[in-house]
């Protein structure tokens, strides 16, 4: 059982460049979102979703775009990468957002650099 | 908004003996859940320990146990016979609408032989 998979696991960009993070789970979560993990300031909400075709936004979701065309994937979209976007970005799912008995499965984070 | 606020940027502790991380958190709801979770060099997020606010009962798991104080909305996580695997960083969070998960900044914790 993979549970959840974050490809790339690092990646380098310019400023300006585009790119997508992936993200799949194998767990038929309903429930999957985006955290950005930043020194001194914990991990922060970035985008989430309740299921496939409904997306929501979290504490911080400028410059970032997301997708839910299925239960299993939910891409994060960088469209034009800025040096500020240089963080540890991860993945998480879980059957209802991670309340009581269904608590968040992280993926093993992608390490972004925008140079 | 809801916060969460862990004062302890660093913590060591000798293999064997027990530490305590603190938390505490602002919420103006009355339902909501706790967690503390675990991230070591690996970059692994690992849930170590979970609350039910409405439950009064502290939970435990193994050498894992909380203190949780709803009127002083503190939530401090004791580790007992602190192991040399224990080195991490602790992380806890807050969430009350199934959704929206707030961490705070993280406490490093070293556990020294």
């Known amino acids: 059982n993979a549970g959840v998979t974050q490809t790339p696991k690092f990646q380098v960009l310019k400023t300006g460049q585009s790119m997508t993070l992936q993200c799949a789970q194998d767990?038929?979560?309903?429930?999957m979102s985006w955290y950005r993990q930043d020194p001194g300031m914990g991990l922060r909400l970035i985008h989430y979703?309740?299921?496939?075709?409904?997306?929501d936004q979290g504490e911080v979701p400028n410059g970032y775009n997301v997708s839910r065309s299925t239960t299993e994937d939910f891409p994060l979209r960088l469209l034009s990468a800025a040096p500020s976007q240089t963080s540890v970005y991860f993945c998480?799912?879980?059957?209802?957002?991670?309340?009581?008995?269904?608590?968040?499965?992280f993926g093993n984070g992608t390490r972004l650099t925008v140079t | 908004a809801q916060t969460v606020t862990q004062s302890q940027p660093e913590m060591s502790v000798q293999e064997a003996e027990t530490v305590t991380l603190s938390c505490t958190y602002d919420?103006?709801?009355?339902?909501?859940?706790l967690f503390w979770y675990k991230q070591p060099p690996s970059r692994q997020m690992i849930l170590v320990i979970r609350?039910?606010?409405?439950?009064?009962q502290n939970a435990t798991e193994n050498r894992f146990s909380v203190n949780f104080q709803k009127a002083a909305k503190s939530f401090s996580l004791k580790i007992s016979d602190s192991q040399l695997g224990d080195t991490a960083m602790y992380f806890c969070?807050?969430?009350?609408?199934?959704?929206?998960?707030?961490f705070g900044a993280g406490t490093r914790l070293t556990v020294k032989p």
């Open positions: 979703s309740v299921g496939a075709g409904i997306t």
């Open positions: 919420t103006s709801e009355s339902n909501y859940y």
């Open positions: 998480a799912s879980s059957y209802s957002g991670g309340a009581s008995n269904s608590p968040l499965h």
């Open positions: 767990m038929n979560h309903e429930y």
């Open positions: 609350q039910e606010a409405y439950k009064q």
């Open positions: 969070a807050f969430m009350y609408n199934n959704n929206d998960m707030r």
